[in-house]
């Protein structure tokens, strides 16, 4: 049966790094995979256009949609409009009306980018971790929150971090799922020392352990784990943690691959439904300029066919061919080093395609 996929390429470089991915499934689809794309605004491309970074166009083409791929979202053009509607509101937006609490933002270190982090190569060789971010709940979307002026006449901003019960179970179900299937070893990281709401956070997950007897919990305060993610980022396998901690720590743990253009995402829905987008923003200074990292979109395609297509054989092609093009040398400037050949968005794409 053909699988609808909702594009969405956003701002910045998002639409230059969602085409080359685009190029990579249509390669695919030569092949055999049964897709059909259908194209949504969103972001301050969406603002422009329409008046709001969320269309309700976009919305039913992405409910519709089987998964949706997104390229990123923002710039310097809308960082003065009211937050309300703001490009980033178009994705906070999309998250919570679809339901994607599930963010999977595994960090890999392809052995030829040793040299690319600014860590040494025995610190990160062989680095293979998956970070379990909650991505609709906890201060991003707690209530109240605002800014308000005080009875003195100065102002006040506020923001509320609040997670339930059934929110931590249900991330931790899916942290504890994939733990089972990795090494078996999770760290849910919080900062129960200070807040309550991740309290609850660590008793939660401690409680569900007891159904998990093949996974080994472990707790981290999240100081210590930022701390631990550039010291020894080896010592994890998979970490859990709320939405604004995973935030964090994932764009700490993409430094270790050498480039926050090499990491892809997945937000998944209870069914498995997903929305796949590299983790790294819109880039505004280098948009339109064919030099941006096409990589983490097109591995965040490779994620779309194993998590949801169901069409792993495919998404294994194109990891190795990634790897082949590293293989080759070719590197986009983020990674680049010495006696490498340097090769734009566009020009990585083709090779990506060659390689399939
Ligand atoms: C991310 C981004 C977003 C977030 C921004 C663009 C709203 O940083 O996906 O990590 O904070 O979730
Ligand atoms: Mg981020």
């Known amino acids: 049966m053909t699988k609808k996929i909702a594009v969405l390429a956003g701002d910045g ?26 194209y949504g605004l969103i972001g301050g491309a969406a603002y422009d256009e329409t008046g709001t970074p969320l269309p309700d166009e976009t919305i039913e083409i992405s409910k519709s949609a089987d998964a949706i791929l997104l390229g990123a979202v923002g710039g310097y053009k809308w960082e003065s409009l009211d937050i309300s509607v703001r490009p980033e509101k178009g994705l906070l937006g999309i998250r919570s009306q679809l339901n994607l609490f599930a963010n999977l933002r ?37 209530q109240p929150r605002g800014i308000r002026t005080l009875e003195n006449g100065e102002k006040e901003g506020f923001n509320t971090l609040v997670y339930r019960e059934s929110e931590i179970q249900r991330i931790g179900k899916v942290a504890f799922d994939i733990a089972q299937k990795r090494q078996g070893r999770l760290c849910s990281v919080d900062k129960a020392n200070v807040l309550e709401s991740t309290e609850l956070w660590r008793e939660t997950m401690t409680d569900m352990a007891e159904n998990y007897s093949d996974v080994e919990l472990s707790h981290m305060y999240v100081d210590n784990a930022a701390m631990q993610l550039v010291r020894a980022p080896k010592q994890f396998d998979v970490m859990v943690t709320t939405n604004m901690f995973g935030d964090i720590l994932s764009d700490c743990a993409s430094m270790l691959t050498g480039s926050i253009g090499m990491l892809p995402s997945a937000s998944l829905d209870e069914s498995g439904k997903g929305m796949y ?45 990634v790897s082949k093009v590293l293989d080759q040398g070719l590197r986009t400037a ?12 566009s020009e990585m794409g083709d090779a990506v395609v060659a390689a399939l």
Do not use: W
Not at 18 to 32: N, R
């Open 13 to 38: 470089i998002g639409p230059e790094i969602v085409d080359e991915a685009i190029k990579v499934l249509e390669a695919l689809a030569k092949d055999g995979l049964d897709i059909e794309l259908a």
């Open 106 to 142: 595994p960090a890999i270190l392809y052995p030829q980018l040793a040299d690319a982090s600014t860590l040494k190569s025995e610190v990160v060789a062989g680095l293979d971790l998956m970070i379990v971010r909650e991505l609709t709940g906890g201060i991003y979307f707690g």
């Open 277 to 321: 987008e590299p983790i790294h923003g819109s880039a505004p200074d280098i948009a339109g300029q064919n030099i941006a990292n096409p990589l983490a979109t097109i591995l965040s395609a490779s994620m779309m066919l194993r998590y949801t297509l169901d069409e792993p054989a495919m998404a294994d092609r194109i990891e190795a061919a």
């Open 334 to 345: 983020d990674i680049y080093s010495e006696g490498m050949t340097k090769v734009g968005t």
